[in-house]
């Protein structure tokens, strides 16, 4: 059994933070942890946009908190995101995620897993790990 709080993943390589400060990410399981996909709490910060297209990992998000929204770049369709809306990523969906007039906090899912040294490259995607190393 796994038992983690957000206490022990504060201040931890878990606890990952964009270069320019527009989310926070605490990766509660990741890919050693063996469980086949690894699971987050991401929080994008008021105000922010940040581009994202994961083209080595599928995502399903649940918004527990705050506002903003996820453009669709492929269809130019836009979609508020509140407390209890979930979006899935199911065809790599490239997008826009802005946090609104509070932060978000987000429950994230990947498929595969992170292995937590994953950082957005400049087009927005995670590079497919092959190690835990």
């Given at each position: ?38 699971f987050n709490e991401t929080i ?76 957005h490259d400049e087009n927005g ?9």
């Amino acid at each position: 059994m796994i038992v983690r709080t957000l206490d022990d993943i504060r201040g931890t390589d878990r606890e990952v933070e964009a270069e320019n400060g527009n989310w926070v990410s605490r990766r509660f399981l990741l890919r050693k942890d063996g469980m086949g996909f690894s699971f987050n709490e991401t929080i994008i910060r008021a105000g922010t946009e940040t581009h994202i297209w994961y083209q080595n990992h599928l995502e399903s998000v649940y918004c527990v908190a705050g506002n903003g929204e996820i453009e669709d770049l492929k269809t130019g369709k836009i979609y508020p995101i509140k407390d209890g809306t979930m979006y899935a990523l199911n065809e790599h969906d490239e997008h826009l995620l802005r946090g609104g007039t509070e932060d978000m906090r987000l429950m994230c899912v990947f498929v595969p897993p992170l292995t937590g040294r994953e950082v957005h490259d400049e087009n927005g995607v995670y590079p497919a790990m092959t190690d835990d190393e």
